[in-house]
């Protein structure tokens, strides 16, 4: 599947990452949309559901297996997400078929050149336009032009998001809050040659808040695993239902945690931080790019991969990068080993009191599971 290097999962970007899921459920379902990733042969069907399940990844299941017993029973194999590993950039590459160096959702949160700024990407807190952000045909909008009737199914709130226009658009949306209205929609959605997107946010919302494992995030877990059974149970024999994830998640502790704003030799040089604790984007001011790379190595150590852009990009972990995205990278990247983190809580005041975290390229969070029913 994917390559290692010093520790780290690389993403399959072409194989079997979260970016060639649309395109391999597009050719089986006779609808190709350019060339069929290599590691990724799905059985042919008139139509398919897939359940995103957010936070779940291939080492979680694995490990708590006892917890969802119906999905640990589904063919499959890991895939990957992509860099770095958050909602927001696998949710774009699942909807656009592209890599983020290709969309230019690069992370939790990314400088806008145009503007300086932080763009949320999740919660699209600036005025940004999402089409300009995110030019390309999206997948979703490419299949709905094959005459394949295709819906995302997901929250109602969601429903004129900026992350949901730049990522889904194309897709009918059919809101839907609750397990019964998800459940209710899919089935609709999914009478006749289809492809329907369900998104389910629960499970990462508990690892956050509790951490995974805690008895809140395996109940989550069961929850989600009765769910994926019943949709299935509920569907026509002919509808394939594939159950992928965005990323995994590990667990942060005290100890493990670094505070920026008791370092203040880590700043000196940084003129703006983004990303997230796990993976952190570093906008660095003109001619301090080698002190930066010097202080954050010297300090991380061997807790944290730190590179430049251009070694981050020439080791492929964004894909082809454009060159509109590759302003919104950081001038420096800071990827997480182990249970490490890098907290800024003067500019992430949330982030610390969060349990449960991802972004990095540990195993635990870049294998995702892809399960075929």
């Known amino acids: 599947m994917s390559r290692t290097e010093a520790g780290l999962r690389l993403p399959a970007y072409g194989e079997r990452s979260i970016a060639d899921v649309v395109p391999a459920v597009a050719a089986a379902l006779g609808k190709p949309l350019g060339t069929t990733p290599s590691g990724l042969v799905l059985p042919s069907a008139p139509a398919?559901?897939?359940?995103?399940?957010?936070?779940?990844?291939?080492?979680?299941?694995?490990?708590?297996?006892?917890?969802?017993?119906?999905?640990?029973?589904?063919r499959g194999s890991a895939g990957t997400a992509g860099v770095p590993s958050t909602t927001a950039t696998s949710l774009t590459s699942l909807g656009t078929g592209l890599v983020p160096g290709q969309h230019g959702l690069v992370g939790y949160t990314a400088r806008v050149p145009e503007t300086g700024e932080l763009l949320n990407h999740l919660q699209w807190d600036r005025d940004v336009d999402p089409l300009a952000?995110?030019?390309?045909?999206?997948?979703?909008?490419?299949?709905?032009?094959?005459?394949?009737?295709?819906?995302?199914?997901?929250?109602?709130?969601?429903?004129?998001?900026?992350?949901?226009?730049?990522?889904?658009?194309?897709?009918?949306?059919?809101?839907?809050?609750?397990?019964?209205d998800r459940l209710a929609e899919t089935l609709e959605s999914a009478d006749g040659p289809s492809f329907t997107y369900v998104y389910d946010a629960d499970l990462d919302k508990a690892g956050h808040q509790y951490g995974v494992a805690s008895s809140e995030w395996l109940v989550e877990l069961q929850a989600i695993d009765e769910f994926a059974e019943d949709l299935r149970?509920?569907?026509?024999?002919?509808?394939?239902?594939?159950?992928v994830a965005d990323h995994g998640m590990v667990d942060s502790p005290a100890a493990s945690r670094f505070e920026l704003d008791r370092l203040p030799e880590l700043r000196r040089g940084v003129t703006l931080v983004g990303g997230e604790a796990r993976f952190r984007h570093l906008y660095v001011r003109e001619g301090a790019l080698d002190d930066v790379l010097a202080a954050w190595r010297g300090h991380l150590g061997d807790r944290a991969t730190v590179l430049s852009r251009d070694e981050a990009v020439a080791r492929g972990w964004f894909g082809p990068v454009e060159d509109r995205v590759a302003a919104r990278l950081g001038d420096v990247m800071v990827a997480c080993h182990d249970d490490v983190a890098v907290f800024s809580t003067a500019d992430f005041p949330r982030e610390q009191t969060m349990v449960g975290l991802h972004g990095s390229l540990t195993r635990d969070e870049m294998e995702i599971p892809i399960l075929i029913a």
Do not use: C, M, W
Request: charged share 15%; net charge positive; hydrophobic share 40%.
């Open 233 to 243: 149970d509920a569907l026509p024999t002919s509808v394939r239902l594939l159950v």
């Open 48 to 74: 398919y559901v897939v359940l995103l399940v957010d936070g779940l990844g291939q080492q979680l299941l694995e490990r708590y297996a006892h917890a969802a017993p119906y999905l640990t029973s589904l």
């Open 133 to 180: 952000y995110q030019p390309h045909e999206t997948a979703f909008a490419q299949l709905a032009a094959r005459g394949i009737y295709t819906a995302a199914v997901n929250k109602k709130q969601f429903a004129t998001s900026g992350l949901t226009r730049a990522a889904h658009r194309g897709a009918t949306y059919r809101g839907a809050d609750t397990p019964g």
